[in-house]
Structure formats: C-alpha cells, structure tokens
C-alpha cells in the first residue's frame, strides 16, 4: 500500500505543478520508474525467496537413520518399470499430475500457516511422488492418536510404492507404528524388514547346550513347584542327551541321524521339548524374563524358530514365551529390536489356526496403542485377532474339557476318535476351528476367546502337584487371567465342554464372593453347557475299577457321582443362576465313546447333564462329537448360533 500511495503522490505532484524544462522532466520520470521498478524487484525476490525455503524446509525430515541403515547393508536404486503403458499411459500420468497437486495445495498452506509441519524435521531431497510417503510416516509420529491410527491405516492401503519405498520407510518406523501394520490383516509384508543377524553359537556349542545354559541361568529357588519339577526335568534330559552326544552315541548336527537309528527319537527334539515348556513356566514370572532377555533369549528363541520350521510344536512354544515376555511392557523395545515383530506379522497371517492364534496373542500384548487388555499364557482370542473398524459388544468364551485343548476341541466333526493321550500328543495341525470360522463369520461384534489348560487322565504322567489340578485351583487361575483379559467388561456367554462347565461354574460363584470381579458377574448374560457332568461321570466309576492301571488324576476322581464337592458345587450353582436370571442351554450325547480301542463308554449320561435349569438337548453323538458340528447348517451349530444370538440380542442391537 505504501508503494502505491508514493505513486499516486508522484502523479498528482506532477500533474499540479508547474512543467519543467521538458528536457529535465524526462530524464527525472526515467529515474523514478526505475527506483521504483527496482525496489519492487529487489522486494518481491526476497518474498519469493523466503518462501521456497520455508516450504523447503517444512518438506524434510530427519533421515539419519534411514542414512545409517542405507550405510550398512541396503543399496536403493529408483527402479524404473519395464512397462512402457505404466511409464507413459494414463495412470503414470494422471498420478504425476495428482503429485503435482498436493505439492501446490502443501505451497499454499506454508504461505497461509507461515511455518513448518514439524520442528524436528531438517533436509532430505526427495522426489515429487515421495512426498505423501514421508508425511505419512510423520503423522505415524504425531501426538495426536487418532492421527497415528489414521496414518497407519493409510499406510496399509497404499498399493502404489515401489519396493524400495517400502523398505526405506520401514527403516524409519517407530515400534508403534510397526506394531500396528503387524496387527493390520491387508498390511504388505514389504513394511517388515528380515530380523537382524543373529549371533554365531559359541565354540563347540550346539543350540542344546545353549538352552540348558539359559535355563541353569534363570532363579532356582522359591519357586512353584510344578516349575521346579518341569525345569529340573528339562535339565536331567538336556544333561543325558548332551552326554549320550560327547560319548557319540549320536550324531548331532541339528536333527542328525543317530548312529544306531533303533533308539529311536532324535535326543535333540526331546531337549528342545522339555526346555521350552520350562521356559515357558519361567516367563510367566516377570523378573525371569528380565533374565531371559538379559542373556540372549530372544535371540537363541528365533534361532530356534528358524531352525525348526518343520516342528511347529517347537515354532508355537517360542511364540508363548515371547508372548508372555511382551506382557512386560519395558521389554518391548529389546523385542521389537531383535526382530520378532517381522518373525509375528508373518505367522499371524499364516493359515494354520494354532499358528496365527500364538503370533494374535504376542502381537496383541504388544499393541498397547488399540489393547488395554493382557493376554496371559493360555488365553487366545480368537476374532479378532486384527485391528478392526468393527466395534466389539460382547464376549463369547470357550473353555474345553478333559484331554481338550483351545482349538482342537471345537474343530469340526472328523473321523472318530479315540480318547487317549497319545492321540491328543499327535494331533499337533488343525486348520479348522468353528469359533474362529463360522461363529466370527456370523458375529462379527464378538470378541470370541478360547482357554487352555493342562489335563490328565492319569497321575502316571503328572508334572504338577495334585492340589494345582482341583476344580477350585483352576478356576481361581483363569478367573484371574480371564480378568486381566478385559472379561466382564462387555456382556459375556460362556461355552464350555465336560469338566469345562465345572470350571464355568466354580468361576461363577468364586466373582460373587469377591467384590473387585463383580462385573464379571453383572455383565454374564448367558451359559452353553456341552455334555457337562453335573452330578458326576461314568468315567471316573470306570476309573476307579481299574486303578491300578489307570491310576486315576485328581481330574477324574472329582467327577465321581459320590464327589462331595461336586454335589456342593451344584447346589450353590443352581440356586445362584436362579437368582441371577442366567439363560442357560444344555447339550448332551446319546452315543457311546471308545476309550482305547477296545472298551467304549457312556461318559455323561442325560440324567447327570441335567442342570436343573434350562432346555437340555440330546444329540446322537459320542461325548467328543459333542462340540463338534459336522457342517455350518448342523444341528448342533445352529442352535449354539440361536442362543448366542438371542441371549445377546438388545446388547448387539446397541
């Protein structure tokens, strides 16, 4: 304005005064154009000037670390695609225009903000098509939550990087954000670089060796006593098949063939077994897995990993302990450094059940940005097992029965089966699990999660005290674990099978008695019964007559007819559903199970699965069959389906 205002003063002083010597006058309007044309130049340049480096400058990002990583072991070459229609065809250049776009609206927005996106930001050059990228990855960094969510999402619909975009950006994620595109199902599995280089064993060490060394490290004393007797079991078999190896009684090269191939297993797989269920008992204890990361269990558990690709029983044991270690939140740096995330995002999208369930569960533990729950060893959450736009209303428990297990009890119906424990030792791959399948398919507003404890038919093969096994032990167990998970936070339904719906029970009435679990009683709307003995099994009667072969566990001598306790428990528990209006539906088998190959047996029979309360259905299956509908639009299926549904209905609906 004042540059105008000048003007118009020249003008009107020019007009009024009197004319010069024309000669004079022309040379003095020279000089004043130029003064003023120049200091309009001069002016608007250095505007101009200001400008570019303020956009510049608002445009970068720190990249020292993308540097560093680029130093040690990536070359990034801008690949250019053999495709002449993707170079000159319509989309190559409607996506050019578009970049050209957003770098204008971002111009006009620095003029308008007068400053830059981000104050820790610096120089980087990079492309026009790059641009959205490295803004993306700064939203993932943003204080804002809801933008950190926004931008992973959106990292995970990009479709349209090159592969060296992929990997030069996820050299500069945060854990956060990392954790996120593992959690997303449609992330590309490009955001995850391979896990570092592992350290070389030691001289004339074997991964044998290395176990026995990591378990001898951890705390011995004042510890339960199951994990006393499971470790010290893994340290007597690791102390003989290490012996039997230096003596040369085999051959150990990492499933090596034995000398002598009559002995039988190869002695490492046993070791590996038993030093694996110990380590898994010890990171259940906070301050061991502080241990265990300390020396280099993460690192020897993903050596681990990779070796035994053909041993998913090993690859599943590894995941847990790593899951139990990411309940301790100040240890999820170290595993996020070590690679395990990568190693996580790959098994959760893998299509074994068992698999994908074990990474969900790690994973999950490690999303502290979407989780405020904590899954502890043995509870899986079946759907979803991803970050979801879909709100959760309910929960839908499973808890299995005697000799069941988390996913193989609620698999669809198979051939028959017999109920020993070597089959149930065996049977280590299901790919079918109807909960996760159908039941996720139908509900998807349910959080289904599915239990796992450790059962035995007989004391023969007990690991673990007598009293840990009780109905009353197990149920305070998962009680607590079902908590920490966030039940009776949300209107729950609880499906159990067998001695699973003792456990359902025994919970029950155990949050009624304590004040800090009473919402775990006021949000339960509604009980599944499978088969479920209420006033004891025939199996324990069989038991009991041939105890010296048998020796029956506590399991089944808590399911005789005569069991006190059983009686107790039925009692309290009927008149406490009465009076909490629970809805209450009973399935229960009209067939005959074998058990070994030769002796079949009505386990529950219709008059013990009889709750009191409720519809009680007889289905002609055998007592394994039970939970398990042979197709979709089975009897069985459709039923649980309209009970779940209509017990839940006003809660969906909301």
């Not at 035994?308 to 090993?314: L, N």
Request: net charge neutral; with cysteine.
């Amino acid at each position: 304005m004042s540059l105008a205002a000048y003007c118009v003063m020249c003008c009107r002083r020019l007009g009024t005064s009197t004319p010069p010597p024309k000669s004079n006058t022309y040379w003095k309007d020279i000089r004043n154009i130029i003064k003023f044309t120049g200091s309009l130049i001069l002016g608007g340049s250095l505007f101009l000037t200001y400008e570019i480096r303020a956009l510049k400058k608002s445009l970068t990002l720190d990249t020292q670390v993308v540097e560093k990583e680029k130093m040690k072991s990536y070359i990034y070459v801008h690949t250019v695609s053999l495709d002449k229609r993707e170079n000159l065809g319509i989309t190559y250049q409607a996506r050019k225009e578009l970049h050209k776009a957003v770098r204008k609206v971002l111009a006009i927005s620095a003029r308008i903000l007068q400053g830059s996106f981000a104050d820790t930001f610096t120089t980087f050059d990079m492309e026009d098509h790059e641009c959205a990228m490295w803004l993306l990855l700064k939203k993932s960094k943003s204080d804002d939550r809801a933008a950190r969510l926004q931008a992973v999402q959106e990292m995970v619909e990009a479709r349209h990087w090159h592969d060296y975009q992929f990997r030069t950006i996820a050299q500069a994620f945060d854990l956060r954000t990392l954790i996120g595109l593992a959690r997303s199902k449609e992330s590309d599995p490009r955001f995850f670089l391979p896990p570092p280089p592992l350290p070389p064993l030691k001289e004339d060490s074997s991964i044998e060796e290395e176990l026995r060394h990591l378990l001898v490290s951890l705390p011995q004393t004042e510890l339960d006593e199951c994990i006393q007797y499971i470790t010290s079991l893994a340290l007597s078999e690791s102390s003989q098949s290490l012996t039997a190896q230096k003596s040369g009684l085999w051959n150990f090269g990492r499933y090596g063939l034995p000398y002598a191939e009559s002995f039988g297993e190869v002695p490492s797989a046993t070791v590996e077994t038993f030093s694996l269920e110990a380590l898994v008992k010890h990171s259940e204890i906070p301050t061991h897995c502080d241990k265990i990361e300390a020396n280099g269990g993460l690192q020897l558990l993903q050596r681990l990993y990779q070796l035994c690709k053909d041993c998913p029983k090993v690859q599943r044991s590894a995941m847990r302990v790593v899951g139990n270690m990411a309940l301790n939140e100040h240890l999820h740096s170290t595993i996020g450094r070590s690679g395990w995330v990568s190693i996580l995002a790959e098994a959760v999208k893998s299509p074994d059940i068992m698999e994908a369930s074990h990474a969900a569960r790690a994973l999950a533990n490690l999303d502290r940005e979407t989780v405020p729950e904590k899954y502890q060893d043995g509870v899986y959450v079946l759907h979803p097992q991803h970050r979801t736009s879909q709100p959760i209303k309910a929960d839908v428990l499973f808890i299995h029965g005697l000799m069941g297990a988390a996913f193989k009890t609620w698999r669809q119906q198979d051939s028959d089966q017999v109920l020993t424990e070597k089959v149930s030792e065996d049977e280590t791959r299901y790919t079918t699990c109807w909960p996760k399948t159908w039941l996720a398919r139908d509900c998807p507003a349910l959080r289904i999660i599915s239990v796992e404890y450790d059962t035995s038919l007989s004391e023969w093969r007990a690991r673990c005290p007598s009293e840990r096994k009780s109905i009353a032990f197990r149920s305070n167990e998962l009680l607590q674990k079902l908590r920490a998970a966030g039940v009776g936070d949300r209107p729950v339904i609880w499906v159990s099978h067998s001695m699973g719906g003792l456990l359902v029970k025994k919970m029950l009435l155990e949050a009624s008695q304590r004040p800090e679990m009473s919402s775990v009683i006021n949000n339960t709307r509604g009980i599944l019964f499978y088969s479920v003995p209420h006033h004891g099994s025939h199996l324990a009667e069989y038991s009991v007559s041939v105890r010296y072969l048998l020796f029956p566990s506590l399991e089944v001598k808590e399911l005789s007819k005569d069991s006190p306790a059983l009686k107790t428990l039925q009692d309290d528990f009927v008149k406490f559903a009465k009076d909490k209006n629970f809805q209450v539906l009973s399935f229960v088998e009209t067939l005959p199970t074998y058990i070994g190959s030769m002796i079949k047996l009505h386990v529950v029979p219709v008059e013990s699965a009889d709750l009191g309360i409720g519809d009680l259905i007889p289905v002609d299956v055998n007592h394994l069959n039970i939970c398990k509908p042979k197709k979709k639009d089975a009897f069985l299926y459709q039923r649980t389906l309209q009970f779940i549904r209509e017990t839940l209905a006003k809660d969906l609906e909301n």
